[in-house]
């Protein structure tokens, strides 16, 4: 029996379409139809509402909460780019033996071996007010009270981002980098280029999709967190990721839904926006 | 509307349901479940009858499914919902995966006229006499009323008829559930770092403390606490501070916010585990905790103690309940089960977590003189205090913070809470996080 091109195509696409639909674009609409739904304790009523759209684009809790993510987004961006991107420089250009390499990689994961929650509660004991960070500095004499900015703060919460996202920023550009040819870098070198001219002129533009990659990964792991705020911030921060689980625990699930389709667009805007800088499917074949 | 109708049991069942129990009565029932002498006929099918009670962490025990299935001649299955939230989501959405759950009664707005919930008769829960006035008349042991701010007992414990379509505030012969667990809740005190006696929930606001106390992380907890405060300082006056009305829930939240803004509060919990880092590792001098939580922070070696303040405890209560699809020997064998729970070894081990059972009289039975003594009766330990692990919790010589159960328990100053302007208040509550 002989399938005609197109019909093919149609039937490797299929499982994955079904998928898609079933599991994804359903339930999605679903939940765009509940956010305009009436609410009442964990029942919704099939009776339009629109509070829940009108609070969700027009009031000052939604600016406060892309305020506080975006600033903790464009601060964890910032500094994971730039560590990831030094020590990417150096894994690739300037660690010669790639067992070395790879065990530095490696070891840039260790955050990882142990599970969220337990990470989440040795912070205490490191940046608590009796913790080592500030036991040293007060035995040191540079302090003389604790300080308490260490922990359950915006502070607190960055540096946890920088702990598990750097790994996020590093692999893909390590990535991007190790794919440049160092015939490039020879000729350049050749013709006498320095090392800030061939990281400025070959490197960064060649490493560029790595980086965005990276900031994908940053993208929608800040926004879409609401564990790692929470207990770094003491609960004391709000983001839009917060504020939905919060209604969600409260089983109000229309102003929920209403601030997750507007949550996911604004996702899904900016992944779009940083794959003009990329060109996926050409990273995956190379 | 057919959930609704769900909810009317076939008269036959109930009335089988009511031979069984006065032949059992008869039966000189007042020993161990275990011993009731059944029917031959049920007693074949019993072994192939499963209850599945789907409970958090604080209920569904393994040393407590042991002994169930020891003592019954069903088998009991507990299962562990990870939160509230996913317990109630598989109640309201899959039903029919359940047959016994315990919830605490500040959820049951979730369930009204669902048809979700099973309404017990009276006549099936064989320890209704013996259960403290609490939950079957409202009042203290006194025969005083009890403060009706927040979601107190006795607005979720009878319904009007067999329906289950309205709460009863007087007694009926429908219960909601069987009371389990309750506890009077206060601050958890770091003596050793505050040296002076906390006495009032004023304190919890106190400026001398700031950035030094934490809130639960709440609106059923949390903002009760946070009015507790409030009103003993006298910067807020309430008609009811279980029940705000919008003007009530917006000036509390703007004082609120004014005290975030302040740094004064360290942190906000939403878990056992949590508060009890925050109040052992010195992060927070005072808190609102649960009493185990106390116990926890102590045994590892550091002063708190948890004695109630003037303005009274704010108390809580959990029942159990069987869902509404049983029918025929599942539920007699439901109904069996939570007559089991309360029947006293249950009982006895949740209080030796510090929590009380609504059936005192039962657990005295399965307790020794000093547990009962030092949990119940506020008198001194004579030797150690053990957990229910074994784990020593006091020495000899010690009296429980605040008394015994009718000291603590006697003196509610609020209750746990889901307020009727929930929806704003949680609105309102989100404004407070992200101050």
């Given at each position: 029996?002989?399938?005609?091109p197109?019909a093919?195509?149609?039937?490797q696409v299929?499982?994955m379409a079904?998928v898609?639909?079933?599991?994804?674009l359903?339930p999605?609409?679903?939940?765009?139809?509940?956010s305009f739904?009436d609410?009442?304790f964990?029942?919704?009523?099939p009776e339009?509402y629109l509070?829940?759209?009108s609070?969700?684009l027009g009031?000052?809790?939604?600016l406060d909460?892309?305020?506080?993510v975006g600033?903790?987004?464009?601060?964890?961006?910032v500094?994971?780019?730039?560590?990831?991107?030094?020590?990417?420089?150096?894994?690739?250009?300037?660690?010669?033996s790639s067992?070395?390499?790879l065990?530095l990689l490696?070891?840039a994961?260790?955050?990882?071996?142990?599970?969220?929650?337990?990470?989440?509660v040795?912070?205490?004991?490191l940046?608590g007010r009796e913790?080592?960070?500030n036991k040293?500095?007060?035995?040191?004499?540079?302090?003389d009270?604790?300080?308490?900015w260490?922990l359950?703060?915006?502070?607190?919460?960055?540096l946890?981002y920088?702990?598990?996202l750097?790994l996020?920023?590093?692999?893909p550009?390590?990535?991007s980098m190790?794919?440049?040819?160092r015939?490039?870098i020879q000729?350049?070198?050749d013709?006498g280029?320095?090392?800030?001219?061939?990281i400025?002129?070959?490197?960064?533009?060649l490493?560029?999709?790595?980086?965005?990659i990276?900031?994908i990964?940053?993208?929608t792991?800040v926004?879409?967190?609401?564990?790692i705020?929470?207990?770094?911030s003491g609960?004391?921060t709000?983001?839009?990721?917060n504020a939905?689980?919060?209604?969600?625990a409260a089983?109000?699930?229309?102003p929920a839904?209403?601030?997750?389709v507007?949550l996911?667009?604004?996702?899904v805007a900016?992944?779009?926006?940083?794959?003009r800088?990329v060109?996926i499917?050409?990273?995956?074949r190379d | 509307m057919?959930?609704?109708i769900?909810t009317?049991?076939?008269?036959?069942a109930?009335?089988g349901a009511?031979?069984?129990?006065?032949v059992?009565?008869?039966?000189a029932?007042?020993?161990a479940a275990s011993a009731f002498?059944?029917?031959?006929l049920w007693?074949q099918?019993?072994?192939?009858i499963?209850?599945?009670?789907?409970?958090?962490?604080?209920?569904?025990?393994p040393?407590?499914?042991?002994?169930a299935?020891?003592?019954?001649d069903?088998?009991v299955?507990?299962q562990t919902?990870?939160?509230?939230?996913?317990?109630i989501?598989?109640?309201?959405?899959?039903p029919?995966s359940?047959d016994v759950?315990?919830v605490?009664?500040?959820?049951?707005?979730?369930f009204t006229?669902r048809?979700?919930?099973?309404p017990?008769?009276v006549k099936?829960?064989k320890w209704?006499?013996?259960t403290v006035?609490l939950?079957?008349?409202?009042t203290y042991?006194?025969?005083?009323?009890?403060?009706?701010?927040?979601f107190?007992?006795i607005?979720?414990?009878?319904?009007?008829?067999?329906?289950?379509s309205?709460y009863?505030?007087?007694?009926?012969?429908?219960l909601?559930?069987?009371?389990?667990y309750?506890?009077?809740?206060?601050?958890?005190?770091r003596p050793?770092?505050?040296?002076?006696p906390i006495e009032s929930w004023?304190e919890?606001?106190?400026s001398e403390?700031?950035g030094?106390?934490?809130l639960?992380d709440?609106?059923?907890v949390?903002?009760?606490d946070?009015?507790?405060a409030?009103?003993?300082?006298g910067d807020?006056?309430y008609?009811?501070?279980?029940n705000?009305?919008?003007a009530?829930?917006?000036?509390t939240i703007d004082?609120?916010i004014?005290?975030?803004?302040?740094?004064?509060?360290r942190?906000?919990?939403?878990n056992?585990d949590?508060?009890v880092?925050l109040?052992a590792?010195?992060?927070?001098?005072l808190?609102s905790?649960?009493s185990?939580a106390v116990?926890?922070?102590?045994?590892?070696?550091v002063?708190?103690t948890?004695n109630g303040?003037?303005e009274?405890y704010r108390?809580?209560y959990?029942?159990m309940?069987?869902?509404?699809?049983l029918e025929?020997?599942?539920?007699e064998?439901?109904?069996?089960?939570m007559?089991w729970?309360?029947?006293?070894?249950?009982?006895?081990?949740?209080?030796?977590?510090?929590?009380?059972?609504?059936?005192?009289?039962?657990v005295?039975?399965e307790?020794t003189e000093n547990?009962y003594?030092?949990?119940?009766e506020?008198?001194?330990?004579?030797?150690?205090?053990?957990n229910?692990?074994?784990k020593?919790?006091?020495k000899a010589?010690v009296?429980?913070d605040?008394g015994g159960?009718w000291?603590?328990m006697?003196?509610?100053?609020?209750?746990?809470?889901l307020?009727?302007?929930?929806r704003?208040?949680?609105r309102?509550?989100?404004?407070?996080?992200a101050?």
């Open positions: 029996m002989k399938i005609s197109r093919a195509s149609w039937l299929a499982p079904t898609f639909v079933t599991m994804v359903v999605l609409c679903i939940i765009f139809a509940v739904l609410y009442d964990a029942r919704v009523f339009i509070a829940s759209w609070d969700a009031s000052r809790l939604t909460l892309y305020l506080t600033r903790f987004l464009i601060i964890t961006w500094i994971t780019a730039f560590v990831g991107f030094w020590l990417a420089y150096f894994l690739v250009f300037h660690v010669r067992a070395i390499r065990t490696a070891a994961a260790i955050p990882f071996w142990t599970p969220g929650p337990i990470r989440m040795s912070w205490v004991p940046l913790g080592l960070v040293a500095l007060m035995s040191l004499g540079v302090i009270t604790p300080l308490t260490l359950y703060s915006d502070f607190a919460v960055v946890a920088i702990n598990l750097t996020a920023m590093l692999g550009i390590t990535h190790a794919k440049i040819p015939s490039l000729a350049a070198q013709q280029a320095s090392e800030w001219q061939i400025r002129e070959i490197i960064v533009p490493a560029k999709p790595g980086i965005a990276g900031t990964f940053i993208v792991a926004l879409g967190d609401f564990f705020v929470k207990i770094m609960g004391q709000n983001t839009p990721a939905i689980a919060t209604e969600l089983f109000q699930y229309p839904a209403a601030k997750s507007m996911l667009v604004i996702v900016l992944v779009a926006l940083l794959l800088f060109d499917r050409k990273e995956l | 057919a959930d609704h769900k009317a049991k076939p008269k036959a109930a009335s009511l031979n069984r129990r006065s059992l009565k008869s039966g029932a007042a020993v002498p059944a029917p031959m007693a099918n019993i072994k192939d499963k209850i599945v009670h789907v409970g958090q962490s604080y209920s569904t025990i040393n407590i499914a042991e002994k299935n020891e003592d019954l069903f088998t299955e507990m919902a990870p939160d509230l939230t996913s317990q989501n598989r109640l309201l959405t899959q029919k359940i759950t315990d605490s009664n500040t959820s049951m707005k979730y006229n048809g979700i919930l099973m017990l008769n099936d829960y209704w006499d013996k006035p939950f079957t008349k409202g042991e006194n025969g005083e009323p009890y403060s009706m701010q927040g107190a007992p607005k979720a414990q009878y319904y009007t008829d067999e329906t289950a309205a009863s505030l007087e007694p009926t012969e429908w909601v559930g069987v009371p389990l309750y506890n009077a809740d206060t601050l958890g005190i050793d770092l505050i040296g002076r004023a919890l606001l106190n403390f700031s030094k106390v934490a639960q709440g609106v059923n949390g903002v009760p946070a009015a507790m409030l009103e003993a300082m807020m006056t008609v009811d501070k279980g705000m009305t919008r009530e829930i917006d000036a004082k609120l004014e005290y975030k803004r302040a740094g004064h509060f942190s906000f919990w939403t056992f949590q508060s880092q109040m590792s010195g992060e927070v001098l808190q905790m649960w185990p116990t926890e922070v102590r045994t590892r070696g002063e708190c948890y303040m003037k009274g108390g809580w959990i029942m309940m069987a869902v509404s699809h025929g020997l599942q539920r064998c439901a109904i069996e089960y007559n729970f309360n029947s006293g070894w249950a009982g006895a081990f949740i209080s030796r977590q510090g929590f009380y059972n609504s059936v005192p009289e039962n005295k039975g307790m547990e003594g030092y949990w119940y506020g008198k001194k330990s004579t030797s150690d205090i053990l229910p692990f074994g020593v919790m006091e010589g009296i429980r605040g159960l000291d603590r006697g003196n509610i100053g609020i209750w746990n809470t307020m009727d302007e929930d704003y208040l949680v309102r509550w989100q404004d407070f996080l101050a």
